[in-house]
């Protein structure tokens, strides 16, 4: 579904992407693993379009979207539910799930799903017209990700959605994003909590200053060594 081939990407002198190369099959969850800094960020924005490429391609559905602005990138499926939330602290709940859609024009199918996702996170549901700014960490990762699903994607990327949220609040999340990908729904997810992120995943891709140096399937990473040693402590 998702081919990533050679591709490398720059902030100005800083090469933060040399040559990755990773697919993403329909269905699957897949996860991206690897030290601060390693590009793993980059890699989402490089597809989602955030980043245009230095070199390389990006295939999507047999479609090159290499370079391609991210509203376009967007309406061709994929959305990008960004490290840190990222949700517009002073528009409404439902104004941040609005925008997820703002490349839509079915403006029946948005108003159904909006409904949708505010029946899925009842805590959106209640806290339609309030502030999104108002909100704990852990409900602004549910808007992001309910803003994020309102694209009615066919892949999502999630960076790092448990950041910063307190244990019950992750395992909500993971029970979310594992629920999304029952329904069908793509993932390619980058997660700093490796053991979470590998028991969920069906494969998984390991990152280092901008490379790939380790993928398998998830099962078999967790008991590689120097991914034990490295991610899961020991
Ligand atoms: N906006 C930016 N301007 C300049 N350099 C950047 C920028 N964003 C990232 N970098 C650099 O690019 C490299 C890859 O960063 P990236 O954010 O992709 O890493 P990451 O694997 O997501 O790290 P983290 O685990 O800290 O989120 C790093 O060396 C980082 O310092
Ligand atoms: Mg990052």
Not at 24 to 53: F, Q
Not at 183 to 190: A, I, K
Not at 211 to 224: E, H, K, P, T
């Amino acid at each position: 579904m998702l081919r990533l081939e050679a591709v490398r990407a720059a902030y100005g002198p800083v090469e933060a992407l040399r040559g990755i190369d990773l697919e993403v099959g329909a269905g699957e969850l897949v996860c991206l693993l690897g030290a601060n800094g390693a590009g793993k960020s980059t890699t989402l924005r490089a597809i989602s379009g955030l980043v245009r490429p230095t070199a390389g391609r990006i295939v999507f559905d047999d479609r090159a979207i290499t370079g391609a602005e991210p509203s376009a990138v967007l309406a061709s499926g994929i959305a990008h539910c960004p490290e840190g939330r990222r949700v517009f602290p002073h528009l409404t709940v439902e104004e941040n799930l609005a925008m997820g859609a703002y490349v839509r024009r079915d403006r029946e199918g948005i108003a159904q799903d909006l409904e949708r996702v505010c029946t899925h996170f009842p805590i959106l549901g209640e806290r339609r017209r309030q502030a999104a700014g108002t909100l704990s960490g852990g409900e602004q990762q549910m808007l992001a990700i309910g803003r994020a699903l309102m694209a009615r994607p066919r892949l999502i990327l999630f960076d790092e959605p448990s950041l910063g949220l307190a244990p019950t609040v992750v395992e909500t999340t993971f029970a979310i994003i594992a629920d999304i990908r029952r329904q069908g729904t793509t993932v390619l997810m980058v997660e700093q909590n490796a053991y979470l992120a590998l028991q969920m995943a069906d494969r998984a891709y390991v990152m280092e200053t901008g490379r790939i140096v380790l993928s398998g399937r998830a099962r078999d990473l967790m008991n590689d060594e120097k991914v034990r040693r490295a991610y899961l402590g020991g």
